[in-house]
């Protein structure tokens, strides 16, 4: 079982639509969660952080966190074709010392 | 804010060759990570240092990867004598404390010949 499962996709969702990815993870140890955004060629940036229970919202970004589950998603409201991206699930457990898990990513493609 | 600096941005090599990547992290930061990313998967982690000391080096192939932080500021990550299947990205990232949020570098892409 990999450590930090991510659904490869690629996910296609019409401009205006919500795109929603999805992640788990096996350790129950996990504390700390991230989505990156990484398009073609270059780095991740941060999209959002979550670490409780519950929903976070930044504008049109919603992050949801289910520890009971070992399940965090990442909504996108009104997509546009510039979201079209990789986004990365990111999962620091502090099981062992403080490490970052990053999983395969999803490909979202956002048609105009 | 000057972000993470990374040098080369693209290095071109013969497998058994040697290689040397260098990392500057934000300026306060003093948790530095290298990762590996080969293209379609997510980064791995390779190392990752608080201020000068190895916090987790648990994937790095010691056998021929090596990675300092002299003086807790910039890195170095050295691959002796480079694989095929070292042809990746590498990226290093920075970020204020170990659970916080990484600011990652532009990379350097690997092609192992």
């Known amino acids: 079982q990999k450590e930090v499962e991510q659904n490869s996709g690629p996910l296609s969702v019409p401009e205006g639509a919500i795109a929603s990815l999805n992640c788990t993870y096996s350790d129950r140890g996990s504390q700390s969660f991230f989505w990156y955004r990484q398009y073609s060629g270059k780095s991740p940036e941060l999209i959002m952080f979550?670490?409780?229970?519950g929903d976070k919202e930044d504008g049109r970004f919603t992050a949801q966190l289910n520890k009971a589950s070992q399940y965090v998603s990442l909504l996108i409201r009104d997509s546009q074709p510039s979201d079209s991206a990789t986004y990365l699930c990111?999962?620091?457990?502090?099981?062992?010392?403080?490490?970052?898990?990053f999983g395969a990513g999803t490909r979202l493609f956002v048609k105009a | 804010e000057a972000g993470v600096a990374q040098s080369p941005r693209y290095k071109i090599i013969e497998k058994r060759q040697s290689v040397a990547f260098w990392c500057n992290p934000i300026?306060?930061?003093?948790?530095l990570y290298w990762y590996q990313q080969i293209l379609g998967q997510g980064p791995k982690l390779l190392i990752q240092?608080?201020?000068?000391?190895?916090?987790?080096d648990s994937q790095l192939p010691k056998d021929r990867f090596s990675a300092e932080r002299l003086k807790g500021v910039d890195s170095t990550l050295k691959i002796q004598p480079a694989k095929l299947e070292d042809s990746a990205v590498y990226l290093c990232?920075?970020?204020?404390?170990?659970?916080?949020?990484?600011?990652f570098g532009p990379g350097t892409r690997l092609l192992v010949l």
């Open positions: 990232a920075s970020s204020t404390y170990r659970e916080e949020t990484q600011y």
């Open positions: 979550i670490y409780s229970n």
């Open positions: 240092f608080q201020n000068n000391g190895v916090v987790d």
């Open positions: 990111a999962v620091i457990s502090n099981t062992g010392g403080f490490k970052t898990i």
């Open positions: 300026s306060g930061h003093a948790t």
